[in-house]
């Protein structure tokens, strides 16, 4: 069993639809991380954070540390959303990140 | 801009070849961060330095594997006689030590496709 496992895989929805992305870890952390990567690789940060919740425009964060359990929420889908949003747990024993595999999220128009 | 920059963006190289790879981190991080993604997975951590040294190494990181620093600036990742195994994007990211945790900052990737 992986230390970070993220739900779903794969997720296909249409435009407007409301987006939760969960991810479960089961190491301690000092923080946790949401990144989006696109097709063309490069991975952006979207979210760090340690407790408590999150708000960037239509992305929400919340992480329940006593759970071990984070959600990435996007509001009011769009395509442009269309990209892998991976989880990434900062283990406070050695600083390393562990990451999900991510999921692969597809907004259809 | 001033993030993190890798070159080359793509590499396509036969089988046997060796390649390298350069990764510019932000200028005031002190660390660097080599991973290596395939395909549906997330990123497996390769091997880090802080400044000049290169504090650890993986286990995927095989003798055809070898990595540096020099100047505690720039870092570059070589891969010797390759193998279509090595296909895979190559992330590097770059951290500012500073307490608590310190957030990494990936570049774009280098895509590597070997014949």
């Known amino acids: 069993k992986n230390e970070v496992e993220q739900s779903p895989q794969n997720l296909t929805a249409q435009e407007g639809e409301f987006i939760t992305i969960n991810c479960s870890y089961s190491?301690?952390?000092?923080?946790l991380h949401w990144l989006q990567q696109h097709p063309g690789g490069g991975i952006v940060s979207l979210f760090m954070?340690?407790?408590g919740k999150k708000k960037h425009g239509r992305l929400i964060a919340t992480i329940n540390i006593q759970e071990k359990h984070s959600s990435l929420h996007i509001t009011a889908s769009h395509p442009r959303d269309s990209a892998v949003y991976i989880c990434a747990a900062y283990s406070n024993r050695d600083d390393k990140i562990i990451f999900g595999k991510g999921t692969r999220l597809h907004i259809l128009p | 801009d001033t993030g993190v920059s890798q070159d080359p963006r793509h590499k396509i190289t036969k089988r046997g070849q060796n390649v390298t790879f350069r990764c510019d981190p932000i200028?005031?991080?002190?660390?660097l961060y080599w991973y290596r993604q395939t395909l549906g997975q997330g990123p497996e951590f390769l091997t880090y330095?802080?400044?000049?040294?290169?504090?650890?190494k993986s286990r995927l990181l095989s003798d055809r594997f070898s990595a540096e620093r020099p100047k505690g600036s720039f870092s570059t990742l070589e891969i010797q006689r390759t193998e279509q195994g090595d296909s895979a994007m190559y992330l590097c990211a770059s951290s500012q030590e500073s307490g608590a945790y310190n957030e990494q900052f990936f570049g774009p990737g280098t895509r590597l496709t070997v014949l």
């Open positions: 190491v301690g952390i000092s923080a």
């Open positions: 954070l340690s407790s």
């Open positions: 200028s005031e991080h002190n660390r």
């Open positions: 330095f802080q400044n000049e040294a290169q504090l650890e």
